[in-house]
Nanobody, 126 residues
Framework: QVQLVESGGGLVQTGGSLRLSCEASGLTFGTYSMAWFRQAPGSEREFVAAIAWRGGATYYADSVKGRFTISRRNAKNTVYLQMSTLKPEDTAAYYC???????????????????WGQGTQVTVSS
């Protein structure tokens, strides 16, 4: 079965950096568009960043543009989220998601994604 396992979360001060990783298994990783979403307590899950399976096009929420970078390494079945200049409002549980095979459209919508990880907590202290 498909598994997505996130790692790299933790506690960081305002202005700091973290890199999240998500290792996938049970799927042909190179044919899946991948994304990161986040959810803060009392809030809905929101789109953070996505990377398409073909061509590597990337998409970002306005709130993280210029601070976060999504990348993938197909040989390692892993997608990354490099987060810099972190702010307290970035505090949330971060979830990795995989769309269906060879899906390239609608990558900013959570309904596009078929598989989800369990999440990793990121806390930014002020």
């Amino acid at each position: 079965q498909v598994q997505l396992v996130e790692s790299g979360g933790g506690l960081v001060q305002t202005g700091g950096s973290l890199r999240l990783s998500c290792e996938a298994s049970g799927l042909t990783f190179g044919t899946y568009s991948m994304a990161w979403f986040r959810q803060a307590p009392g809030s809905e899950r929101e789109f953070v960043a996505a990377i398409a399976w073909r061509g590597g096009a990337t998409y970002y929420a306005d709130s993280v543009k210029g601070r976060f970078t999504i990348s993938r390494r197909n040989a390692k079945n892993t997608v990354y989220l490099q987060m810099s200049t972190l702010k307290p409002e970035d505090t949330a549980a971060y979830y990795c998601a995989a769309a269906g095979a060879m899906v390239s459209d609608g990558l900013t919508y959570h309904t596009t994604y078929r598989y989800w990880g369990q999440g990793t907590q990121v806390t930014v202290s002020s």
